[in-house]
């Protein structure tokens, strides 16, 4: 192809007008009434206006300055530069029919599977080892992933050669194009399966329940996810098994209220116990334990117990058991109780309180409570 800005005699980046000039100096120059009836002189006159009727129109120049040559029949490619060329820089090789990089792997990777995993309070406080059934796609125990039928292996596809492509020829505007497409043989892969194994349906897999053993540690709470490295599905052609992720969700406990790490919990007190102490037994995650009630307890007192909590996760040591104090107040009373009552109030100058008003100020517990019912 020629160079059609050497023959006009002008840059690469010459203006339109520069180049209707330079086309008209050459042309007066060249032209047979001029320079006679010369035929080297008739065969550059017909270069320079094949150059200006290329560079002149801004479309063919376009293509010109790609490597096409809108003069040449069938706006052919010259110059060591072709279409193909021009599809590799932009879309790769793929696009314009250039060599690949091989057929399309039949063994690929099995998907993710996700499995919610229900636990109570204590196993997560504790931790805990659990057996979890799955059901998902494990190596087909017949062809061991091969998907041919024992004895037989896959066969290199015909009509593409193993190459997974097969290239097809069209004509545009620039020529003959090459594109390159999947073969619709081997689907891509380069390879047929002649005697697919009846076991799999020559997938290289099959369903299959099993169990997985999983150790959850102390410190797991709802919507926390522990990953099974590799114990998901064998991808396709017995390709490499995906993960589970165990999706932990704690069950509500009768008792306790968790927070974070922390543990709460009510204990209802006789009014006699707040007033004069005592020490009763609670039932806690880690068995009886002592609550000790100095006398003058009052309600929506709190009582910590330390490290009574849930476990903390990944980091070592327990949360807390908060022990909410719910002073009850006897609401049916004989006689000699009533008394008695009266002879305390006496003595203490409070038959006739004053009402005595205080800023409202619910309990710990009760914002707990309510927080965690959605009020």
Same mark, same amino acid.
């Given at each position: 192809?020629?160079?059609?800005?050497?023959?006009?005699?002008?840059?690469?980046?010459?203006?339109?007008?520069?180049?209707?000039?330079?086309?008209?100096?050459?042309?007066?120059?060249?032209?047979?009434?001029?320079?006679?009836?010369?035929?080297?002189?008739?065969?550059?006159?017909?270069?320079?206006?094949?150059?200006?009727?290329?560079?002149?129109?801004?479309?063919?120049?376009?293509?010109?300055?790609?490597?096409?040559?809108?003069?040449?029949?069938?706006?052919?490619?010259?110059?060591?530069?072709?279409?193909?060329?021009?599809?590799?820089?932009?879309?790769?090789?793929?696009?314009?029919?250039?060599?690949?990089?091989?057929?399309?792997?039949?063994?690929?990777?099995?998907?993710?599977?996700?499995?919610?995993?229900?636990?109570?309070?204590?196993?997560?406080?504790?931790?805990?080892?659990?057996?979890?059934?799955?059901?998902?796609?494990?190596?087909?125990?017949?062809?061991?992933?091969?998907?041919?039928?024992?004895?037989?292996?896959?066969?290199?596809?015909?009509?593409?050669?193993?190459?997974?492509?097969?290239?097809?020829?069209?004509?545009?505007?620039?020529?003959?194009?090459?594109?390159?497409?999947?073969?619709?043989?081997?689907?891509?892969?380069?390879?047929?399966?002649?005697?697919?194994?009846?076991?799999?349906? *020559?997938?290289?897999?099959?369903?299959? =329940?099993?169990? /997985?053993? &999983?150790? @959850?540690?102390?410190? +797991?709470? $709802?919507?926390?996810?522990?990953?099974?490295?590799?114990?998901?599905?064998?991808?396709?052609?017995?390709?490499?098994?995906?993960?589970?992720?165990?999706?932990?969700?704690?069950?509500?406990?009768?008792?306790?209220?968790?927070?974070?790490?922390?543990?709460?919990?009510?204990?209802?007190?006789?009014?006699?116990?707040?007033?004069?102490?005592?020490?009763?037994?609670?039932?806690?995650?880690?068995?009886?334990?002592?609550?000790?009630?100095?006398?003058?307890?009052?309600?929506?007192?709190?009582?910590?117990?330390?490290?009574?909590?849930? *476990?903390?996760?990944?980091?070592?040591? =327990?949360?807390? /058991?908060? &022990?909410? @104090?719910?002073?009850? +107040?006897? $609401?049916?009373?004989?006689?000699?109780?009533?008394?008695?009552?009266?002879?305390?109030?006496?003595?203490?100058?409070?038959?006739?309180?004053?009402?005595?008003?205080?800023?409202?100020?619910?309990?710990?517990?009760?914002?707990?409570?309510?927080?965690?019912?959605?009020?």
């Amino acid at each position: 192809m020629s160079d059609y800005y050497e023959v006009l005699g002008v840059p690469r980046e010459a203006t339109p007008e520069q180049i209707k000039k330079a086309y008209r100096r050459l042309a007066r120059e060249l032209h047979p009434d001029v320079a006679g009836a010369d035929a080297a002189s008739e065969e550059r006159f017909k270069d320079v206006s094949r150059a200006y009727d290329v560079l002149s129109n801004p479309e063919k120049r376009r293509m010109y300055d790609m490597g096409a040559d809108p003069a040449s029949p069938g706006g052919g490619m010259g110059g060591g530069f072709g279409f193909q060329d021009i599809f590799e820089t932009f879309f790769g090789a793929a696009a314009a029919g250039g060599p690949q990089r091989g057929p399309i792997p039949r063994a690929r990777r099995g998907q993710d599977a996700l499995v919610r995993l229900d636990i109570d309070l204590a196993e997560a406080t504790f931790g805990t080892h659990r057996e979890v059934p799955v059901e998902t796609a494990v190596l087909c125990p017949t062809c061991g992933g091969t998907c041919c039928r024992p004895g037989t292996s896959p066969r290199t596809c015909d009509v593409c050669g193993g190459r997974g492509s097969v290239q097809r020829v069209a004509r545009s505007f620039l020529g003959q194009v090459m594109t390159s497409q999947p073969c619709a043989a081997c689907h891509g892969f380069g390879t047929v399966i002649p005697e697919p194994c009846t076991e799999c349906a *020559g997938e290289g897999r099959v369903r299959s =329940r099993r169990t /997985l053993e &999983v150790d @959850v540690p102390a410190g +797991v709470d $709802t919507g926390t996810r522990i990953k099974l490295t590799a114990q998901g599905e064998v991808g396709p052609a017995g390709g490499p098994a995906g993960d589970v992720y165990l999706e932990v969700r704690e069950r509500r406990h009768d008792t306790f209220v968790r927070e974070g790490d922390d543990l709460h919990c009510t204990l209802q007190v006789p009014m006699t116990a707040a007033a004069l102490g005592t020490v009763l037994t609670l039932e806690t995650l880690d068995g009886p334990k002592d609550v000790d009630l100095r006398p003058g307890t009052q309600p929506a007192q709190v009582v910590t117990l330390r490290g009574l909590g849930v *476990g903390h996760l990944h980091a070592g040591g =327990r949360g807390d /058991l908060h &022990v909410h @104090v719910d002073v009850q +107040v006897p $609401t049916a009373m004989d006689d000699e109780q009533s008394e008695l009552l009266r002879r305390l109030a006496a003595l203490r100058g409070e038959e006739r309180p004053e009402a005595r008003l205080s800023a409202s100020s619910p309990g710990v517990f009760a914002k707990l409570r309510d927080k965690l019912s959605g009020r």
